[in-house]
């Protein structure tokens, strides 16, 4: 997808104006956060389990070229085919080959964030190929023309409204012309049209959660059971994959999968968890009669052995974004590519670049809450801390804000001047009446007061006259 | 399919891990100690939970089964087809249905129903019911696991309305540890069945405001029918 991440401040200011995205966001502060609180509570081993995972993901990436040539040398053992893709372009050639090869018009695709990053759709659009999102929500943003705006619930930005709504226009030429209320029915007639979709389609096309080097597995891991359709009822299955997915063994993954749902969306197990190796066997009823596996790297490899390597321990659960007050505040589209909240402030900048995402890693507070519930320990305020500083370095950020900055660091330099300047704005605050204990209104504060309140010092001086007074 | 500008990629991205990583190809003693942990896979952090004597694990399986929203009726081998029959009664759903092929369902005594119409074979689209054994359950989860292949094609889990899976007390494990044990005892180290699919309950959704809503796209009901040894 074209990324719109450099127009962050815009799209945020948008964002908190839109009544309806507040209405959904309302929703996802309570929802999958406090979810994953009671489900963690639930399981005395969680937090020994991610350690274990974080250890599985840094081991595998220590060995990453071993274990992708293992997992290719079991699925080409089973009568599969890996490929590989250096880049977004190669990816996408190699899928719409694979497509022709088959006389392919139309592909069931369950939920990949890597075809969204490839921008796949619009690619096999061109070529005369249709892709049919199969996952509810995604299938929901697929009828508005909307990218998704969180990894797991690509429409959870919108109302039950709205999206009775877009079934209305878009299911009306299919006989269903009466606007629904009720969620099930909503679920129910979206069930009914991509039913056929599946049956019709030539292709499915699946990402993969996990790459199973002991046995050349592709692991997946949905609710809804469209994936599965997708690598089952079509003569070709391929599966799209970034190379950081393989994990060495099927214990390993066993370690993954409990931490993966639970941290998403509080289940102790989402409803389908499954592992393809290689097309349909002799005396199979059913089952896919070609089986490719397309291996993305788009940048990938050239964060291994760097200070920015823990990000490629991710496997997108979404946890980070859940419990960010920043994406709790603007929700995903606001970041403007594929990845939102805070994972997405550490990937875009690496995938597209700093120019491009310079803004992102500076929407937070740093109040941490994301590396407290990732499943794999990423640091991600750390990460972000070092984008910004290679924004600094590259004269990105903005003159005033530079300038304030230069300042700041030539009085915090000087601990007399400090302590004499600190010690004048106090008592000039107290000046501006500190008896109601915070301004409405401050001169050179109006970008906070005009949103809330600028608290008051209290009174007793400075933090430095206070800890010399009271130091023993 | 591999064509040259696929091996050209393939060292391409090889390569550029190994430039990274600041070696070339793993050799020596460091390939060793990866090739062990490859051929004696290490487990995780123990489960508690599921560590326990079979017919409590067999409880605890039903418990999770059904805070996933399946039901589960424990009977003996000699009630099965009559629970299923039974089932389909008291849901008002038609007495028929599709089943899977294999020998693991023909023990049980189907032609006690006469209204029971069964076809053997795999799922179709306009199947309403499904009747499936299953490869294990996991007591940790209440999660089924079944293995693909002719007695068991994936379209029966998948296609009908309400999946109805036989499932004996002792294929019941603790953990996917002990189902990894079991499929490599059946299928060799390092083999798998085309899909080995494990099922928590029927499809769901949380995609429309976060509410989960179920049969999404696969089954709307799973009757579990454990039978009693």
Redesign the interface.
């Known amino acids: 997808m074209q990324s719109t991440a450099h127009d962050f401040k815009d799209n945020a200011h948008a964002a908190l104006a839109d009544p309806n995205l507040q209405d959904s966001l309302a929703k996802l502060k309570v929802g999958f956060s406090e979810r994953r609180r009671q489900a963690a509570e639930r399981l005395p081993e969680f937090e020994a389990l991610r350690d274990r995972a974080r250890d599985i993901k840094d081991h595998a990436l220590a060995n990453l070229d071993f274990y992708l040539e293992e997992f290719e040398r079991k699925v080409t053992g089973v009568g599969g085919h890996v490929h590989w893709a250096p880049t977004a372009e190669d990816a996408r050639r190699i899928i719409a080959d694979l497509c022709r090869s088959v006389g392919a018009r139309t592909i069931a695709k369950s939920k990949s964030m890597v075809s969204e990053e490839i921008a796949l759709n619009d690619h096999l659009e061109a070529l005369g190929i249709a892709p049919i999102e199969t996952d509810l929500g995604e299938y929901i943003i697929q009828l508005r023309h909307e990218p998704p705006s969180h990894i797991i619930a690509p429409a959870v930005h919108l109302t039950k409204d709205q999206v009775a709504d877009t079934f209305l226009e878009h299911h009306a030429k299919l006989g269903f012309t009466r606007r629904l209320t009720e969620r099930n029915d909503l679920v129910a007639e979206a069930r009914h049209v991509l039913r056929q979709k599946f049956i019709d389609a030539d292709v499915g096309l699946t990402g993969a959660n996990f790459l199973v080097a002991e046995t050349g597995s592709s692991m997946l891991v949905t609710n809804e059971g469209n994936a599965d359709l997708s690598n089952t009822l079509p003569k070709m299955h391929i599966v799209l994959a970034s190379i950081e997915k393989v994990i060495p063994t099927l214990e390993d993954a066993a370690v993954l999968l409990r931490v993966l749902a639970r941290s998403a969306t509080g289940q102790e197990s989402s409803a389908y968890t499954t592992l393809n190796t290689g097309p349909k066997r002799p005396g199979d009823l059913d089952g896919p009669e070609h089986y490719h596996v397309v291996i993305l790297d788009n940048g990938r490899s050239s964060v291994l052995g760097t200070e920015m390597q823990d990000m490629l321990r991710c496997i997108r659960c979404g946890a980070c974004m859940n419990h960010c007050p920043v994406y709790g505040a603007i929700g995903g589209h606001a970041y403007g590519w594929v990845y939102p909240g805070p994972i997405g402030a550490v990937l875009t900048p690496q995938l597209l670049g700093v120019e491009e995402a310079s803004n992102l890693p500076n929407a937070s507070t740093f109040c941490g809450r994301c590396e407290s519930v990732c499943p794999v320990r990423i640091p991600l305020p750390g990460l972000m801390r070092h984008w910004r500083e290679r924004e600094f370095e590259r004269h990105l950020t903005p003159r005033a804000v530079r300038q304030g900055l230069a300042l700041w660091s030539f009085i915090a330099r000087r601990p007399r001047l400090y302590k004499s300047l600190t010690g004048l704005a106090n008592r000039m605050l107290a000046l501006f009446g500190r008896a109601d204990g915070r301004y409405a209104t401050l001169p050179l504060a109006g970008g906070w007061t005009r949103f809330r309140d600028f608290p008051a010092p209290q009174p007793g001086g400075t933090f430095h006259a206070q800890w010399k007074r009271r130091r023993p | 399919?591999?064509d040259a500008p696929?091996q050209a990629?393939?060292a391409?991205?090889?390569n550029?891990?190994?430039?990274?990583?600041?070696r070339g190809?793993?050799s020596g003693a460091q390939?060793q100690v990866?090739e062990a942990?490859?051929a004696e896979?290490?487990?995780?952090?123990?489960?508690?939970?599921a560590n326990l004597p079979q017919p409590d694990k067999v409880a605890l399986f039903c418990q999770?089964a059904e805070?996933?929203n399946a039901t589960v009726a424990r009977v003996a081998a000699t009630d099965v087809a009559s629970e299923v029959a039974s089932y389909l009664a008291r849901n008002n759903l038609p007495a028929e249905a599709a089943m899977a092929?294999g020998p693991a369902l023909d023990g049980f005594d189907w032609a006690s129903q006469k209204m029971l119409a069964l076809r053997r074979?795999?799922?179709e689209?306009s199947d309403h019911v499904s009747i499936t054994g299953a490869f294990a359950g996991i007591a940790e989860?209440?999660?089924l696991v079944t293995a693909?292949?002719?007695e068991h094609?994936?379209?029966l889990?998948?296609?009908p309305d309400t999946h109805i899976v036989v499932l004996r007390e002792a294929d019941i494990v603790g953990?996917?540890?002990d189902v990894?044990v079991r499929?490599r005892a059946r299928y060799g180290k390092?083999?798998?069945?085309?899909?080995?699919?494990?099922?928590?309950?029927?499809?769901?959704?949380?995609?429309?405001?976060?509410?989960i809503?179920l049969?999404?796209?696969?089954?709307r009901r799973m009757h579990i029918v454990v039978v009693r040894e």
């Open positions: 399919m591999s696929d990629n393939r391409t991205i090889l550029g891990i190994r430039r990274s990583l600041h190809e793993l390939r990866v942990r490859l896979p290490p487990r995780g952090p123990m489960v508690a939970r999770w805070a996933n092929p074979g795999r799922g689209g989860t209440g999660t693909s292949g002719p094609p994936v379209t889990n998948l296609l953990g996917y540890e990894w499929l390092d083999r798998m069945p085309r899909t080995v699919n494990t099922i928590t309950g029927p499809s769901r959704t949380g995609d429309i405001e976060q509410t809503e049969g999404a796209h696969g089954p």
